[in-house]
């Protein structure tokens, strides 16, 4: 499925990029914001920056402005995504509600920059203003408006971005009024980004919405609902490997992948998710298949003694069959940004050793390529119906998934 989103420039006095502004797009031909909630158009922002695109690409070294409704700080989203890159946008009319101040404090002391977007003052907002870092200046209002608004942002010692920009003169002006950063048409139009992301089975995204919201979920139940989809896997493993977590260690199995980001996080990125009200089946069958790949992968390791107690890392590297199945590009792209084990690095690109024997065979049976499959069981002595036998039960077990 293709996801897209659009950036916007946002520039310091010196002509340097010091943000992207990140704006929702449903699609790749029509460059405007379309309408929908803003709890859903800021879900698909995160989401398709982190999983569908690298966010690493989409802001480089600069920061990410997103805009945030007040139910999404209220919940602590914000949260999720470090204040190294991140400037919280918030809208003028979430200001009277006491439970959002108190959100945005709490943002404030984990060393979040917050941003008021199109802000126009008055001392009903003090509050608020008060915990500004930057305020949003609309050059679309009134010049009594922007003056009044520049005026107070000066007194306070409040940054001043000039936003909607269009013209040299508006440029002029907005330098004369203090305005340490700029954004608009006079300098750029957002820019579409697209990238393809595998979407998480409805029926899966729902059992793990329901299990994350009970206060005692055992991670085992989430590693089960995990493991039986595809693109969960491959959205979480990209996630811990951004620029949010970037871990060190290598993961070989799903539970370790779960432990590093944490339940907390993990609840909130699975609700972002679900404010996509994901549809999309078109990858039913490639993921079946994957499933597939999976247990057999884990069934054929118990097989071998070198291989024994790592049956979750093949069953990882079989889930990660997706990848292969997607092309020489896609593999070597996603084997890039994932924190993998080498051994599961290896097993996927088939360079020798245990894990590749165990995916070579397990990719021949499936496909019914006997004589390929032959060639490297022969290596392992396996009893030929005791195979047959668990090939037939994993099929099974994949038949019995409602995966709609």
Partial sequence: MNVYMARQPIFDCNDDVYAYELLYRNNGDENAYNGISGDESTA????????????????????????????LIKRGVPKMISPEILV??????????EEILDAVQDLKER??????????????????FSLGDLVKIDFRTS????????????YSNKLMLAEKVETQAEFEYAKKLGCTYMQGYYFARPSIMSGN?????????????????????????IVDVIS????????????????????????????????????DYLREWIYLMGMQKITQNDNIEVMRLALLMAKFCRKLSAFIPEAAGQGESFYLMGLLSMLVFS???????????????????????????????VFEMALAYVEGKWDEYDEVASNYHFDSDEISDIFVECTREIENLNMI
């Fill in 44 to 71: 698909y922002v995160i989401t398709n920056a982190f999983f569908g695109l690298d966010v690493k690409n989409v802001i480089g070294g600069a920061k990410a402005f997103i805009n945030f409704t007040g139910n």
């Fill in 111 to 128: 060393g979040y920059m917050i941003a008021l977007d199109d802000f126009e003052y008055s001392g009903a907002y003090n509050d608020l």
């Fill in 327 to 357: 092309g020489d590009r896609v593999l070597a792209q996603a084997l890039d940004e994932f924190p993998l084990t080498t051994d599961i690095k290896k097993g996927l690109l088939r360079r020798g050793g245990i894990y590749s024997d």
């Fill in 143 to 154: 010049q009594k408006s922007i003056e009044e608004t520049a005026y107070v942002c000066r």
């Fill in 197 to 221: 992301s595998i979407q998480p089975l409805p029926v899966n995204l729902m059992n793990i919405m329901q299990l994350m919201a009970q206060p005692d979920v055992e991670i085992t139940e």
């Fill in 88 to 97: 919280v946008e918030v809208l003028e009319n979430q200001l009277a509600d």
């Fill in 228 to 263: 039986r989809d595809t693109a969960l896997c491959q959205r979480i493993l990209r996630l811990i490997n951004s620029v949010y977590f970037g871990v060190s260690n290598k993961v070989s199995t799903i539970n370790q992948a779960i432990m590093i980001l944490g339940l």
